[in-house]
């Protein structure tokens, strides 16, 4: 009766089972006997044409008394024995085991092998071997929770807890966390693989990916992360102005800012700036342009990005601004689809939206044009001519869901007749 339990993949996945499952019958039991004695007791001895009835008068029954003592006494040691020793096998973590360090952030799972492998929202282990996963977290309560091994513990700032399982099947199997960290705590899964021993190994062996990781300097993270995360949408490398100021000679620049008061552009600056950039604004630039990092940068990815911007002295080969070179053509030969892919371009449109479907910040254009799009606040609208143009002048207006508010306004930098070119070319980007 009741039985949904998913695919018992752990050793002590049956026991587990077995003992939920007669708990389960139990409350069944017990819920359907008294409820129903109370029903049939509430039809049996209603009030009927006015007159009240009579029921018989007990005036204590130690048989009764003495039944319903000893019984429930006797299923709860019963329930407690076997939770207690069932509690204790899935605590005990198995002979040899291999020990896997699992680190929870807002919102992913990392995985430390002993061998120094570390992955990212995949764990693989050998089938049939004691595995303990060794809990900790960065940031917030998380926790972390595998059904098929049926395990599940709290990864705790500061501190260690563990599951300890031998798996006894291979196969993928989702792992969830069940403790609610924040926005995107719904998408804070990983994937536990668990092949044969041959397997396991080969795939341990194979450090290439992390070679290839290793191999990229502080510097070159840097740019990478310049890029993945939208920091080139705003900031520019050749020294001209987009929204925000220019990376170009960045470091150690002096700012004034909206305060009143200068800054020097040092480590702790920029890393206040990138975590918390709306406490202090360049002078001239807009406020609450851009989004907080907090969160969603490591020390490490920070480190790496000053180390970018070090190197941002102006002398060096800055990698190419994305911004289009500026050719003389004749504007009004072209058609309005043809002038509105070349703002594409000029306005940095495909830093952000790309043509071929791919998500890069915010959504790809391909297929845009009148497709509904879900808004963060629940609501959907077409993406027709008007919710276009808002959404270029203004976007903060209307964000789709999934995309982070990060976009700047065009409001005065382009004229309805850009707009509509740039509409006409949307409707080309099937
Ligand atoms: Cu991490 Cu919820």
């Avoid at 019958?25 to 006997?33: G, K, R």
């Avoid at 007749?417 to 509409?423: G, K």
Wanted: charged residues 20%; negative net charge; proline residues 6%.
């Amino acid at each position: 009766m009741f039985r949904f339990l998913p695919e018992q993949a752990s050793s002590f996945a049956p026991e587990v089972d077995w003992l939920h499952n007669i708990i389960t019958d139990l409350s069944v039991f017990f819920t359907v006997a008294i409820v129903g004695t109370m029903i049939y007791f509430a039809i049996r001895y209603r009030k009927r044409d006015g007159v009240d009835h009579e029921t018989p008068a007990i005036n204590g029954s130690h048989a009764l008394e003495l039944v319903w003592t000893i019984v429930p006494s006797i299923i709860c040691v019963y329930i407690a024995y076997y939770g207690i020793a069932i509690y204790n096998d899935m605590r005990t973590v198995g002979e040899n085991p291999l020990i896997i360090n699992v680190t929870a952030q807002k919102w992913k799972w990392d995985f430390q092998y002993a061998t120094g492998k570390s992955t990212t929202g995949e764990v693989v282990i050998p089938v049939d071997r004691p595995v303990k996963f060794v809990l900790t977290s960065t940031d917030v309560l998380h926790s972390f929770f595998v059904p098929s091994m049926r395990v599940k513990s709290d990864a705790v700032p500061g501190h260690y807890t563990y599951v300890a399982f031998t798996p006894v099947k291979t196969g993928s199997y989702h792992t969830f966390c069940t403790e609610y960290c924040g926005k995107d705590h719904s998408a804070m899964l990983a994937t536990l693989r668990v092949v044969p021993q041959s397997e396991y190994e080969q795939w341990l062996a194979d450090n290439s990916a992390e070679l290839a990781l290793a191999a990229k300097g502080p510097v070159d993270k840097g740019r990478t992360l310049y890029q993945q995360k939208g920091c080139n949408a705003c900031h520019s490398l050749d020294g001209s102005r987009i929204v925000g100021p220019s990376f170009q000679k960045i470091y150690m620049r002096k700012e004034k800012c909206t305060d009143g008061n200068e800054y020097v552009a040092d480590e702790n600056y920029i890393r206040n700036s990138i975590l918390h950039p709306n406490a202090l604004i360049v002078e001239g630039y807009a406020p609450n342009m851009m989004p907080v990092f907090e969160g969603q940068l490591s020390d490490e990815d920070i480190n790496a990005l000053i180390a970018f911007m070090r190197t941002l002295d102006g002398t060096s080969v800055a990698p190419k601004p994305v911004v289009a070179k500026k050719e003389e053509v004749d504007l009004s030969k072209l058609t309005p689809a043809e002038r509105g892919k070349k703002l594409y371009q000029e306005k940095l449109c495909a830093t952000c939206h790309s043509l071929d479907g791919s998500k890069i910040v915010g959504p790809s254009f391909k297929g845009l044009y009148g497709t509904p799009q879900k808004l963060t606040d629940g609501t959907s609208v077409a993406a027709d001519d008007a919710y276009l143009k808002e959404s270029i002048l203004n976007p903060m207006a209307k964000v789709v869901e999934g995309y982070p508010p990060a976009m700047p306004p065009y409001q005065g930098q382009l004229n309805d007749e850009n707009i509509s070119d740039i509409t006409e070319f949307l409707k080309t980007v099937k």
